[in-house]
């Protein structure tokens, strides 16, 4: 049974009980059993109770515990406390949250969430590094833009900002305490944060220390979304399944995306394949290019006058980064995209192929941060 109650769930069942005349005449207990839960199991008791409180704090709702012909108050874990919450009414802005919900995605599955701990310093890590990122040591207010603009709702920032915390931290610290709809607000942005889906992105090595202290912790980025699954520890870390999880989660979201369907089929060559075909794909885009393979990347990334810029050239650092990634996609057309073009497809293991697609997704994240040459624009 669920540890967790989905509080927009609870919401919108009791919104259709109002519609439909009969919320006031249920009891605490009848709505957990509607939800599917039973009061006769102390983990779904106690966390519907807990959720009724979180959203009557909220103003969403209010209801009264009716204590007549009891010896004593009941105590909030009891049968008793749930079976006398009666009266239920759902406030105005809880009507005004019902009427505006819109069931984009099914329901998270009890799988995604079991209410495990993000821990504290990791969190602190994540918002660091956005605030890095969106310039907002100084200014708590490019944060708070910049999470909003990310999807998190006006009702989850905090009163007040205080201290050397910052917006993001302070946010993400309150959404992880609160309920399971603010918890899946949190899940999403950290998982659209390391996927490079927001308006920015950690940079590399931040990128893969997330991701590695996540998988200890048994969290992983899946569709969109960050999920619980099996701890990452000890000798799993240097090559089983959920090492594995890890290392695909890390990648850049284009290569996982076209790559993990056939690497999960069994089919590590494929995989690689695909993730080649969508650099040559980007590449191609980005340069409103005709051309293929080996020659487009020579011509594109050439070091003298590029069409795509992956740098500043103006000194000696930036001219051998552009140079030097000259080689890296000319090489990865040839010597690997190209053989498997021509339907030579090597034998290879998970390690081996994850290897190469960890290339692929370092060259997918160098070009999101290209640039076309004056000349071509």
Known sequence: MPIL????????????????????YRSGDQLLQEMGGSAGVDSDRAAFVRTLHVMAQ????????????????????????LAHLRNFVIRTKGLDR??????????????????????????????????????????????????????ISPENFPETVSGEDGQARQTMEQLHRGTSAQRRELRQIIA????????????????????????RQGWFVKDGR????DPVRGAKRAGGNIAKDARIAALHSTI????????????????????????????????SSDE???????????????????????????RNLQAGYHHLFMGAMRGIRNLYAHGHF???????????LGFASMLMRRLDGATLGAEQQ
């Open 292 to 318: 293929d393979g080996q020659p487009l990347m020579a011509r594109v990334f050439r070091p003298e006058s590029p069409v795509l810029y992956l740098t500043d050239l103006g000194d000696e650092t930036g």
């Open 98 to 151: 019902a009427r505006g919900i819109k069931i984009v995605d099914p329901p998270p599955e009890p799988g995604e969430d079991d209410g495990r701990s993000i821990p504290g310093l990791i969190i602190k890590d994540i918002a660091v590094s956005i605030q890095q990122a969106v310039g907002g040591q100084d200014d708590f207010r490019r944060e708070l833009e910049f999470l909003a603009e990310s999807g």
């Open 226 to 229: 960050l999920v619980i699954g």
């Open 5 to 24: 109650w989905d509080d927009l769930e609870l919401l919108a069942l009791m919104y259709a009980l109002h519609e439909a005349g009969g919320l006031h």
């Open 346 to 356: 090597p034998e290879l293991d998970e390690n081996q192929a994850l290897e190469q």
């Open 192 to 215: 659209e944060w390391l996927e490079g889906a927001l308006y920015a992105a950690p940079a590399e090595a931040e990128h893969k220390k997330i991701v590695d202290a996540l998988a």
């Open 58 to 81: 909220d103003e969403l709702i209010a209801f009264e515990l009716l204590v007549h012909g009891l010896v004593s108050t009941p105590r909030p874990e009891s049968y008793e406390y």
């Open 256 to 287: 996982r995306e076209v790559s993990q369907r056939p690497f999960e089929a069994g089919e590590p060559a494929a995989a690689v394949f695909e993730a080649f075909k969508a650099v040559n794909k980007r590449v191609r885009e980005l340069s």
